[in-house]
């Protein structure tokens, strides 16, 4: 199907006043809300129905989550520029913000998997407590959000040359919703940081 057929791609649609991609991205994003509010609040339960619930930071390494959330708060801004750079017609900035976005992806995972290798030769599994139960699967489908974001991420990045030339707002556009997934991603660990380590 020719992109003629496919309406408001690159401007906005006239009811909703965004692209149908963005608009997909919103709608995509908020199936994404109910996954994580509803693990939010298994943990708020399970919480609240235990008196002998850990304090996180008597388990968790509260200064390798302090940098990995800058990591990733750094990435953010990254992902950003990115899509400021081809907003300014410098696809060479795009791919160094985009190339630093990535880095910073696998610091994140990196951080993560020693923290990971950690509580688990300490014999800290999820079957140890509910606390490494609700821990190991809130971060871990969290990773893996992250991970899902590299894989498109690079995409964009390896065929930047060839999208920015054929549809320059297009590729802008695509960036844009990548962008609104990424900071998706930061958010969730801007809350799953105090929840799990720091109450």
């Given amino acids: 199907m020719s992109d003629a057929l ?3 791609i690159d401007t906005p649609h006239p009811v909703t006043g965004v692209t149908n991609s963005k608009l997909g991205m919103w709608l995509f994003l908020a199936t994404e809300v109910m996954l994580f509010g509803g693990l939010f609040s298994a943990y ?3 919480r609240s129905g235990d008196p002998t619930w850990p304090h996180g930071s008597q388990f968790l390494d509260i ?3 302090t940098i990995n959330t800058m990591v ?3 990435s953010s801004v990254t992902m950003v520029m990115s899509w400021a750079s081809l907003m ?3 696809l060479s900035k795009f791919r160094l913000y985009m190339g630093v976005t ?3 992806s696998f610091v994140f995972l990196v951080i993560k998997y020693f923290e990971y290798s950690h509580k688990i030769h300490l014999g800290y599994l999820p079957k140890t407590h509910n606390f490494f139960g ?3 699967t809130l971060t871990g489908l969290h990773g893996l959000h992250i991970i899902g974001g590299i894989f498109v991420n690079l995409y964009f990045l390896i065929t930047s040359g060839k999208a920015w030339r054929e549809a320059p707002t297009t590729f802008t556009g695509r960036i844009e919703a990548a962008g609104l997934y990424w900071h998706f991603v930061d958010l969730v660990w801007i809350f799953l940081f105090p929840a799990l380590y720091l109450l």
Avoid: H, V, W
């Fill in 6 to 8: 496919i309406k408001y």
């Fill in 44 to 46: 708020i339960i399970l």
């Fill in 63 to 65: 200064n390798l989550a």
């Fill in 72 to 74: 990733l708060i750094t």
């Fill in 88 to 90: 300014m017609k410098s």
């Fill in 102 to 104: 990535i880095i910073l």
């Fill in 134 to 136: 609700i821990y190991f």
